[in-house]
């Protein structure tokens, strides 16, 4: 059974933001469609609180990874607690979806993403905002690459 990992997002004194409950209520649907299968949530500050509302749901087999900061910290991260995991189904937003793909691509980590909707009132600011990210992410990418001895 594929894992599923659950990327975080910011949460506002200790409750989940309408953002991440979109994403953690499609984590739910997943979930209950791969009975048994972990889910990992993973965030700084994020962890516990993605854990918790996901528990007061009905999902089990919660694992926390409250370290990673940033989307590749995420994947890697979550790959090192279950490095024999052949596939993930990674859950995020709809805007997010193309830098995952991306850093999971560039990590070796193979992923299926199940994209969860934007809020409506959240939509252009993450649509700004992915428009920095995602050429932000592509240039790291490409440095770590540069940096990577060839073998």
Not at 13 to 23: E, F, M, P, Q, Y
């Amino acid at each position: 059974m594929n894992p599923i990992l659950v990327l975080g997002s910011k949460v506002v004194d200790g409750t989940v933001t309408d953002l991440l409950a979109s994403r953690l209520d499609r984590a739910v649907e997943v979930a209950s469609k791969s009975i048994g299968a972990p889910v990992v949530v993973s965030g700084f500050g994020e962890a516990n609180v993605m854990a918790d509302y996901l528990r007061e749901r009905g999902v089990a087999g919660i694992v926390e990874e409250p370290w990673a900061t940033s989307t590749n910290e995420n994947l890697e991260n979550a790959h090192a607690l279950f490095p024999e995991t052949t596939q993930w189904t990674v859950v995020t937003s709809d805007f997010h979806a193309w830098r995952t793909y991306l850093w999971a691509r560039h990590l070796g980590i193979p992923i299926t993403v199940v994209t969860a909707p934007t809020p409506s009132a959240e939509r252009l600011g993450m649509a700004i905002r992915e428009c920095f990210a995602l050429p932000h992410s592509t240039l790291r990418v490409l440095w770590r690459k540069l940096r990577t001895p060839k073998s």
